[in-house]
């Protein structure tokens, strides 16, 4: 199987922010788009942005414990992904993210940015990290990367 041409947006689900980022539609540039506040109106404007970019999919980071075993953090991940794939009609795949949230913050720190003070950059940054990564996989194994979420018909 060769690569799928399509932009796809990185979805990086936290209990306060929501990371956005989004690839061309060859997979080769990753950007950082938005910083969505959890809550009221967070599907709606992931639904506006999905419409907007007109998606493949979306490739939501699964955050699993070092060990690989499911948290608090997975179960609320999971159920997101499948409700964010009902809302935006489109495909979800759930990809490993373990690393992405520290990752960012290094690479922050690195460029001399204030760590604390860039929360919504991190969580953007985090999402471009986890996209990269499943564009990385996908390019290099020739499979579409991570869980694929079915959504419930009806």
Not at 14 to 36: F, N
Not at 64 to 78: E, Q, W
Not at 91 to 96: F, G, H, K, Q, W
């Amino acid at each position: 199987m060769s690569f799928r041409q399509g932009v796809r947006l990185g979805i990086d689900v936290g209990r306060a922010r929501i990371g956005v980022a989004r690839s061309d539609a060859g997979g080769l540039v990753v950007v950082p788009i938005a910083t969505v506040r959890r809550g009221t109106g967070d599907l709606a404007e992931l639904v506006r942005l999905a419409d907007e970019y007109d998606v493949l999919e979306l490739v939501v980071g699964l955050p699993l414990s070092f060990s690989g075993a499911h948290t608090a953090s997975t179960v609320d991940a999971l159920e997101f992904a499948q409700t964010l794939a009902q809302a935006t009609n489109r495909t979800v795949r759930l990809v490993d993210e373990r690393l992405s949230t520290v990752s960012a913050q290094r690479s922050l720190h690195e460029a001399g940015k204030n760590v604390r003070n860039s929360r919504a950059v991190v969580d953007q940054v985090a999402a471009t990290i986890i996209l990269q990564h499943a564009l990385d996989a996908e390019q290099s194994g020739g499979n579409p990367p991570g869980e694929l979420i079915i959504r419930n018909e009806g």
